[in-house]
Nanobody, 116 residues
Framework: QVQLVESGGGLVQAGGSLRLSCAASKTIFRLNYMGWYRQAPGKQRELVAA???????NYADSVKGRFTISRGNAANTVYLQMNSLKPEDTAVYYCTAGPYDSSTWWGQGTQVTVSS
């Protein structure tokens, strides 16, 4: 069973930045699809950003120009650089990954809170 471990969440003021990290363990094959979703209280989980098998980048409209997703130099790692954070970005952020272009495994989530 692939395990995804997130880190980097926390409390930040509006306009600030955070960098989320996700590392996969217990896998010897490349995770072609890696991404981040988020879920705010009372809302459905939504895609934030993802890297697909051909290294295409997908972003939610609400984060375009502010967030950047990238693969790490280490195998099966992914980062989410979040700049110009807004209170509406407050949510639990989940790392997700899969061998194909879809989510197969999920991390436990990391809380991001943006104060106004």
């Amino acid at each position: 069973q692939v395990q995804l471990v997130e880190s980097g969440g926390g409390l930040v003021q509006a306009g600030g930045s955070l960098r989320l990290s996700c590392a996969a363990s217990k896998t010897i094959f490349r995770l072609n699809y890696m991404g981040w979703y988020r879920q705010a209280p009372g809302k459905q989980r939504e895609l934030v950003a993802a890297i697909t098998s051909d290294d295409s980048l997908n972003y939610a409209d609400s984060v375009k120009g502010r967030f950047t997703i990238s693969r790490g130099n280490a195998a099966n790692t992914v980062y989410l650089q979040m700049n110009s954070l807004k209170p509406e970005d407050t949510a639990v952020y989940y790392c997700t990954a899969g061998p194909y272009d879809s989510s197969t495994w999920w991390g436990q989530g990391t809380q991001v809170t943006v104060s106004s």
